[in-house]
């Protein structure tokens, strides 16, 4: 699995953990998102069970386990959190942020010593050592209830499945040319996201946002002009389409 | 698959459920005990002796429904317990695999926590399935024995019932064949059981 710094600064870093070569045939790769304060540590869709040893050992690289106090799951597909269980049995004194939707199904996953904390459907923030997070809804994007994480200072957004691409997991990063990068996000958005009306308010609502870099959980990084060419190209693009071979 | 090839939390699971037939079959005996009575009144001076054998059958039957039970509840608990050391066994795998893939690294000792804990728990849960697999050997031997009574109380039965009147007794016999492949019926879903702890106790 490697790991990269995608944005540091005196308060807060993110790092992106991903193309785990390791990870068994026949599942999807995802990327998993890091954010580091002073004293606390966020994780963001942490993965599946097949991730967790590679991810546990990646993050451990970089602060203590006692120092990783929160973790996020934007919806509740198992690439996403089917982890749950063991981050539970590793971890000392952890939150799980997720949508209020979802508490009674995620909890499946296994919860003893983690605490829930449910985002409203409205949205939430989060502060970690003085570094603001704002739980940004993402609802029927494709999850019934699913947020995304924005950081204004960084000007990241995690846009979860939005931006999402399948490809190998030697692909690089970052987008180097959108163009060529559609044809890999586009069968994908059609056939996950169910909703043009749900689609084009979360696309107004983004263009609002100051957005340096978007971060998807499968596929590549958008960084600047990409992430304005992303949100024209979705905007325009009808969704919740069945593909038939 | 075959029954021996699963997993111990599976083996634990298949007997609970075989437990769960044997009280099922066991309140049809309470039901056969109740036929008894009203047939043996109805025969009155005829069924004298059969009078007597309708409470045993009666009394066999509450132990039976009540042992049964309470060894289903047994059998559901260790399942429970090996579902969850299951659990706890694949966590200590993959923290072990933790522990190599980051070897030397800075923090590596700060996963010790999370480790020790699930190690206390990992044992907790091996002593607790220990225990629970005894009590449900002891208990299945038990109900065991007491379904021996079953047998005797067949074939008491069957003689009362020669010396019913002729309108009566085949509804008698049909008592006491009632008792007889409830019983045995019980009896191999406890044996099937039996083997599976056998099983369980190899691998434990």
């Known amino acids: 699995m490697k790991s990269y710094t995608i944005f540091e600064n005196p308060s807060h870093k993110w790092i992106v953990l991903g193309r785990d070569v390791d990870k068994p045939d026949n599942i999807i790769d995802t990327n998993q998102y890091v954010v580091i304060t002073k004293k606390n540590t966020l994780l963001m869709d942490p993965g599946g069970i097949e991730l967790f040893s590679a991810m546990l050992a990646n993050v451990i690289k970089l602060v203590p386990v006692e120092q990783i106090t929160h973790l996020f799951a934007s919806h509740q597909d198992p690439d996403i959190i089917s982890s749950l269980g063991l981050w539970d049995q590793a971890l000392q004194n952890a939150t799980l942020h997720s949508p209020w939707l979802w508490e009674g199904f995620i909890r499946h996953f296994g919860m003893e010593h983690i605490s829930y904390s449910a985002i409203p459907d409205e949205g939430s923030d989060l502060k970690l050592d003085g570094v603001n997070l704002e739980f940004f809804p993402a609802h029927y994007l494709h999850s019934s209830g699913n947020f995304n994480v924005y950081d204004r200072e960084a000007k990241i957004l995690m846009s979860g499945d939005i931006g999402a691409a399948l490809e190998s997991a030697d692909a690089p990063m970052f987008v180097e040319d959108f163009d060529s990068h559609i044809e890999k996000m586009k069968m994908f958005h059609q056939r996950w996201m169910p909703s043009n009306e749900a689609k084009n308010d979360w696309v107004n609502r983004a263009r609002a946002l100051d957005i340096e870099m978007m971060c998807p959980q499968h596929g590549r990084i958008f960084k600047g002009d990409d992430v304005k060419r992303f949100l024209d190209w979705f905007e325009a693009l009808p969704v919740g389409i069945l593909h038939t071979k | 698959m075959h029954k021996e090839t699963y997993s111990f939390f599976v083996i634990a699971a298949v007997i609970a459920a075989e437990l769960d037939k044997a009280t099922k079959i066991a309140k049809k005996l309470s039901i056969t005990a109740s036929n008894a009575r009203a047939v043996a009144l109805r025969a009155g001076e005829g069924a004298a002796g059969f009078r007597p054998l309708t409470d045993f059958i009666d009394k066999l039957a509450t132990v039976t429904v009540h042992s049964s039970t309470e060894i289903n509840t047994l059998a559901a608990d260790l399942s429970r317990t090996a579902a969850n050391k299951f659990r706890t066994d694949n966590a200590i795998n993959k923290f072990e695999a933790v522990y190599k893939r980051a070897e030397g690294s800075h923090f590596i000792d700060s996963l010790n926590f999370g480790y020790d804990r699930t190690k206390g728990c990992q044992y907790l849960l091996y002593t607790n399935y220990q225990k629970q697999l ?28 020669s010396q019913a009147g002729l309108l009566y007794q085949e509804s008698l016999n049909n008592v006491a064949n009632n008792v007889e492949s409830a019983a045995s019926a019980i009896k191999d879903h406890i044996s099937t059981s039996q083997h599976l702890v056998s099983n369980l106790q190899q691998e434990a």
């Open chain 2, 134 to 161: 005894s009590k449900l050997t002891t208990e299945l031997e038990t109900l065991k024995d007491e379904l021996r009574t079953a047998v005797i109380l067949a074939t008491l039965s069957r003689v009362e019932a």
